[in-house]
């Protein structure tokens, strides 16, 4: 079968004419192109200690680095969405110079109750819509983020899903995590306060409260809210200070009168409507919710918050226009590879809580998304952001690894180099380290000419001088999503 429309998106092939060896063969006949190339689902499970490394890995890089992403384990029964692919989590464990990978499946509910009945069971995000389906009419993968909460490793859905516990040391699936009082299901991109812990989130759904908010404390008090909104949304993140969290309600929504009729969600760009976001005291309620009005746009992640005074700063990664634009030659998939197009670039919005007054305006004008900052910085003023670069002609691949300072929008950025794609790096402080960039960033990197993958480690005060070390991987890792670091971890 010729695959022309994953041709126009990037490589299926290398320059040889090889596909992904460790691909499973199922995909050869279908043409979407995130199932081939650098986003080609693996089919095995791996574990290797002692991987080789080129220069040498730091003594003080001491932990895991973990990164989510979708890997369908069976092939997709209707045309499938680069987001309907099973949560599997790539990890490489540092300690005294030496690293050590594996790969799992999150093994949620969905997946077990596909491999019970020996196939795939839900259609996926571009419908239609089951709702006689078990579980529900969309399977929860668990795909799309990771957090560390008081020791746990956490797996979270876009979608607002149940959380799922693995293990730091192995990956395991510990299973659902559900303390009395959390709802059953969380959104991805909550966060957690390095200062006291605290888990903060939020979640969404089709219908009322289209919106829930609360806070999880580590001895496991729960603080919750609804929150009124219009209908129902899409917001992607939430920002926290160490008084505040920001809510988002974007002007990108679908027609629930056609999801109802229809079982499809057909999203809008609604220009005549504000871009809002709420503000709330951290322990709030719905009452005490300040909403401001900004220009209308769309959000996947923020960079950083922090407060000035009466003044909250909320940077991110604005997309001015999210309308979509299906190219007409991808036939069914074309609305999909539309709104994968990422194109966004660095934002600042101000909300003065003493006045109401608002201001917004660009930080930069480079395409790039998936921010990291230093981890003891949620919620505090912010020098540095570390982001994705994303090429236009190849979308929701990362092609460069930019380092800004968020107070003049300056910007470094190391290029992988062609057919090379990184991934989420989170920023690594170093031990004793006093200034905000003192420390290394992580991604791992795919080389599609190779079909092979490493991990590269940058001084992030440095990055323009390239990786200090190179650990090579047993196995290719699958363009995903969102990573973590979580610091003094062993493997079992």
């Known amino acids: 079968m010729a695959l022309e429309i994953t041709a126009r998106y990037g490589k299926a092939l290398n320059p040889r004419g090889e596909a992904p060896p460790d691909a499973p063969a199922w995909i050869g006949g279908i043409d979407n192109p995130y199932l081939h190339g650098a986003f080609a689902p693996v089919c095995h499970e791996t574990t290797a200690a002692d991987l080789p490394v080129w220069g040498e890995l730091p003594r003080d890089l001491h932990g895991v680095y973990v990164r989510n992403g979708p890997n369908n384990v069976h092939p997709p029964t209707n045309r499938y969405h680069w987001f309907d692919g099973d949560g599997m989590v790539h990890a490489v464990w540092f300690g005294d110079g030496r690293a050590r990978y594996a790969n799992r499946w999150v093994r949620t509910p969905g997946l077990a109750l596909e491999e019970e009945r020996g196939g795939p069971i839900w259609p996926g995000v571009l419908g239609p819509f089951d709702f006689g389906l078990p579980l529900g009419p969309l399977k929860d993968t668990a795909n799309t983020d990771l957090i560390a909460f008081d020791g746990r490793l956490l797996a979270l859905w876009y979608e607002s899903g149940c959380l799922q516990e693995l293990d730091p040391r192995t990956l395991a699936t510990v299973g659902p995590f559900r303390p009395d009082g959390l709802p059953g299901r969380i959104s991805a991109h909550s966060k957690v306060d390095p200062a006291t812990g605290e888990l903060i989130w939020f979640s969404y759904g089709d219908r009322a409260p289209y919106m829930r908010y609360g806070v999880l404390a580590p001895d496991g008090t729960v603080h919750r809210t609804d929150i009124t909104l219009p209908g129902p949304r899409r917001p992607h993140d939430l920002g926290v200070t160490p008084r505040f969290s920001i809510l988002h309600d974007f002007p990108v929504f679908f027609d629930p009168e056609t999801f109802a009729r229809t079982g499809k969600r057909i999203p809008l760009f609604h220009r005549d409507v504000p871009t809002r976001f709420g503000v709330i005291p ?131 950025v190391f290029d992988y180099g062609p057919g090379v794609f990184g991934s989420e790096a989170p920023f690594v402080p170093r031990e004793g380290a006093t200034d905000e960039d003192d420390g290394y960033l992580v991604t791992f990197v795919t080389d599609v000419d190779r079909w092979a993958s490493e991990v590269w480690v940058f001084h992030a005060a440095a990055l323009q001088d390239g990786p200090i070390a190179k650990v090579q991987l047993p196995v290719r890792v699958p363009n995903g999503f969102h990573a973590t670091w979580m610091p003094g971890v062993d493997p079992a």
């Open 282 to 412: 951290r322990h709030g309620t719905d009452a005490e919710v300040r909403w401001f009005d900004f220009a209308p746009c769309y959000m996947l992640h923020v960079v950083a918050c922090w407060e000035e005074g009466d003044t909250v700063v909320m940077i991110g990664c604005r997309t001015a226009d999210p309308t979509l634009r299906p190219d007409p030659r991808d036939g069914k998939i074309a609305a999909m590879l539309s709104g994968i197009k990422l194109q966004a670039n660095l934002y600042a919005w101000r909300m003065d809580l003493r006045t109401g007054a608002t201001s917004e305006g660009d930080l930069d004008d480079l395409n790039a998304e998936f921010p990291m900052i230093h981890p003891d910085r949620l919620g505090l003023p912010t020098r540095y952001g570390y982001l994705a670069r994303i090429p236009y002609e190849i979308p929701a691949t990362f092609d460069g690894l930019v380092k800004v300072d968020l107070t003049d929008g300056s910007r470094t």
